[in-house]
Each structure stands twice: as structure tokens, then as C-alpha cells.
């Protein structure tokens, strides 16, 4: 059985980060690491279980999540994440975290796999961290403050460079529309790093083409870096973003570099097909 | 300006590599790490020649091709690239590279970008390296001898994992073909990196659906590689793939885990649309 032979690195996160948001990362990049030492990728692929949000569980996801429970049981935060639903520990404190964002990447070893949290104080997102698994880069934002990264400040679709969801049954047409529009477009299958990327100026944004693929854990944390790096996240069709525990609610969302860029992004995702 | 702050790591190949194939490939990385270290995206992305197979030729592939050129100079052996087109040292020995394969990504700071070159001897490849850039990762393989990693031996399209080259105007139809029969579909902007996770098992294809964009150096490591990984490349419409100094040529390339899976993705590209 094939193994995925190369080394989930040890995270080296900035000072500062809130602590069981740290921990939590710490926790999915060692349980992610394990689980590529112990399982094949086949086995990681297999699905084990119907996480809280309605979707199959891969054993890579339930291993890494797992991982993630075990570090807010320690730390006593409550836990909003795509399996296990809410963890309620009694806190002020909860994480909203995509424990293995790009879980198909992850789980065939595709280089492209994220964790990515949220620190929510009642009701209210203060800081998030993105950790791309398979190099230890990390992008940190606290709400409200300008990050040292900033995106590029593109307004025009013409001439743009972005990253789209995959084309899905729902959404071939808009997927269309907006490639024919942009000037380059890439599939990573891996949203928290894509945001990541438009939040560092490396690409002008990401964009869900009308799928309504995305639930809370996979925009929780570019909600908060994207504006601290000046840009933005929406929903191609003007739902808004909420923290909310019901996780059957679904976005379609557009992390973007400017707010002009994701209008009129979403202006081209929802006309008329 | 914003520049792309992290850093490009020092590779570590593997013992036993050809030492003037591995001398380029270090100055290949060097060259980028400086490159990034000096100036900002746009000034990377910035066209400053045409190359010798038409096409534009950015600051970044400048840069990182002048360090090629000075390393083969060195090492006197012949070189084949994409801006400088042959260069004659009168050695038996041929270098065919791709210097900064996937320079989109490399100048916007996409961390998708790639070396790939293969070792041709008396116009028979012998060798092939691919590194990407931005984690020093490597795959090498020797013709006709098996590599440590395998592809996932996959025949069928239904249910495949695969990456393609973005769709073009002159591919439009056939990319919708391709993407409405495969599980899933990646664009990574990087036809030589994503032929190394094809090579390693990490999807079951990557695939141009006939947009004619592969020049020879964009396959050549893939054409050694892949056979030694238990897969195969071929061209969507059947020309064969050749060694040739002849840069205006140009291909569809399929790289794909088996023969059979190669040969029925290039009936769906190659379909009456």
C-alpha cells in the first residue's frame, strides 16, 4: 500500500497566538504527521464516519479532529468544527476550526492541506490562524489590526489572477463565466490556503463560483485575515457571513483583495446563466 | 512594492545525482531565493525578452536562466531551455531544462513552482530531476530503472483524481469533457510539479486537453520520470515526443499513472467536440 513518504513539519508559530488556538494547530500538524506514518493512503482516504455538517468523515479527518478535541478538552475552550459539530466546555471562548481543509489533498498526499481557526469571544471573531500542513507556513490576523502581509489591492476581474472552487454540477456555468473573465485561474481544492494567498497578495482572490460548498469552518478564519490585510470575504450571493452553530447552513464565499474585486466577482457568479 | 517574504530553501539532492544536472538545479534555486530577496512581484512578473520558443520571457525566468546558463558553462555541457533556446559546449551531453516551470506562480509568489531537467546523452534520456522551489522537495529518477516512489496504477477515468492545465480558448470543450468525467480536478499552474505527484502516486493524471502549450523542455523530466514510476506520457494526439532542438514545436501532454488511463483521457480530449 502507498505511503506518503515526505515529513509534516513541526509548526513554528509567531509569539502571540492565542494559546489554545496554538495548541490546537500544534496538535493537527503532530496527528496529521502520524497518521501519514501509520496509514497508507487509501486508508487515510477511507470514510469512517458522517461528520456533524452531513458530509463523510475520512479517517484523516477523525484522526486530525480528534487530535483537536483532545487539545480544547485541555484548554477548556468550546470547539465549532466540521465533524464533531459544537464541543461546549463552558467557555466565553469558542474555535471555530477546519481541522483538515483540502482533506482529498491531504488524504492523497497532494501538498495542499490546511488547518485553520478562529478565536470567537461571544460572538465575536478576534483573531485566526492559517497553518498549511505540509511546509509549517503560517498566516496569523487579529481582527481589527493591519497584518504585515497585504493583498494586492486589485479591483478589475480583467487582468486578474485567482483561484476558483472546482467546477461542480451547480456551478459549471458561473465556473465558466468568471475563467473566460480573469486572466488566470487555478483549482488548489483547498480554501483556507487560497485565502491565505489572496490575503498575502500572491494571488487577487478565491471564489466559490455559486456551489454553495462552504460552511462557517471553511471562511471562519479569512473573515478575520482577510480585512486585517485589506481585503475581503463575502458570499457570491449576498447571504451573510455569521457564526452560527447550525452547520447545515451553506455560502458560496469570495475572499478577495479589494471589496470592488468581489463585487464584481459575485456580479458575474450570479447572473443570469 | 510587496514582496514575496519567504525564503526559498537550499535543496538537498540526492547522492548520486549527475553532478552538472544537479550544479543547475542549485543555481536554479539560489537564483530565485535572490530574486525574491530583491525585487518586488511586479518587477519579477515584468516581461523583459522574448523567448526562444516565442513565448514571453518574465524578470523571474531571466534571472533564474542566467544562473542555469552560467552553471552548464561551467560544467560544459550543451543546455536546451525555454528563453535561450540550444547552447552548443560541443559536449555529448545535453541538458534539457525547464528553468522556473510554472513562472505565473513564481512571480505572484504561488508557492507552485518548479526546476525540472533531464540528463540527454547522444539524444537518449538518461536521468531527470524536478525541484520545487518553495519546499527544496525533489523526485529523481533514472531511465529504465524503477524509482522508490510509484504511481497509484489507477486504469480508470471514472473515479480519478487528476490535475489539468487550465482551460483555454482553443480547449475550452474538451477541459468540460475531462472534468465531467474525473472524481476530481486540480489546477496547479505547473505542468512539471504536477507530473511529479502523478509520478509519486499523489493523483492519477495530470493532463493539457489539447491546448497544444507543452514545449519539449515541459515534459522532458516527465518522460523519464513517469516510466520509471510505473506510469507513462504521452502526447493527446498521438505525435510522438521527441528530443528536438526545434522550440516552435509543441505538444499535449498526458502524464498518467497507467497507459490505459493515459490512452482514454486522450479519446476525451481528442473527441469530436
Same sequence: chains 1, 2.
Avoid at 91 to 100: G, H, N
Avoid at 245 to 252: G, I, M, N, T
Wanted: glycine share 8%; aromatic share 4%; net charge negative.
Amino acid at each position: 500500500m502507498s505511503m506518503i513518504t515526505w515529513p509534516v513539519p513541526t509548526p513554528d508559530l509567531p509569539d502571540g497566538v492565542h494559546a489554545p488556538l496554538a495548541d490546537a494547530a500544534r496538535a493537527a500538524a503532530a496527528a496529521y504527521g502520524v497518521a501519514r506514518a501509520q496509514y497508507a493512503r487509501k486508508e487515510l482516504a477511507e470514510v469512517v464516519d458522517t461528520g456533524a455538517d452531513g458530509t463523510p468523515t475520512m479517517r484523516v479527518d477523525a484522526l486530525v479532529e480528534g487530535a483537536i478535541l483532545e487539545s480544547v478538552s485541555r484548554n477548556r475552550v468550546n470547539l465549532l468544527s466540521e465533524e464533531v459539530g459544537f464541543v461546549d466546555h463552558g467557555s466565553a471562548i469558542t474555535l471555530v476550526i477546519d481541522p483538515m481543509d483540502g482533506s482529498a489533498n491531504a488524504a492523497m498526499g497532494v501538498p495542499l492541506s490546511c488547518f485553520a481557526g478562529a478565536v470567537v469571544r461571544d460572538g465575536v471573531a478576534t483573531e485566526a490562524l492559517t497553518l498549511w500542513l505540509d511546509t509549517g507556513r503560517t498566516w496569523w490576523a487579529l481582527a481589527d489590526e493591519p497584518t504585515p502581509y497585504r493583498t494586492t489591492g486589485r479591483t478589475t476581474v480583467d487582468g486578474s489572477s485567482i483561484a476558483m472552487l472546482r467546477p461542480k454540477d451547480n456551478s459549471m456555468s458561473s465556473w465558466l463565466r468568471v475563467a473566460n473573465r480573469v486572466d488566470r485561474v487555478r483549482v488548489l481544492s483547498t480554501t483556507c490556503l487560497e485565502a491565505a494567498l489572496v490575503a498575502e497578495g500572491s494571488m487577487d482572490a478565491f471564489v466559490d463560483p455559486g456551489s454553495d460548498t462552504h460552511r462557517i469552518m471553511d471562511l471562519a478564519a479569512a473573515m478575520v485575515t482577510l480585512p486585517s490585510a485589506g481585503g475581503v470575504v463575502l458570499d457570491a450571493r449576498g447571504r451573510p457571513l455569521e457564526f452560527d452553530l447550525d452547520l447545515s447552513r451553506r455560502w458560496s464565499g469570495i475572499a478577495a483583495a479589494t471589496r470592488h474585486l468581489a463585487d464584481k466577482l459575485a456580479e458575474i457568479v450570479t447572473e443570469a446563466g
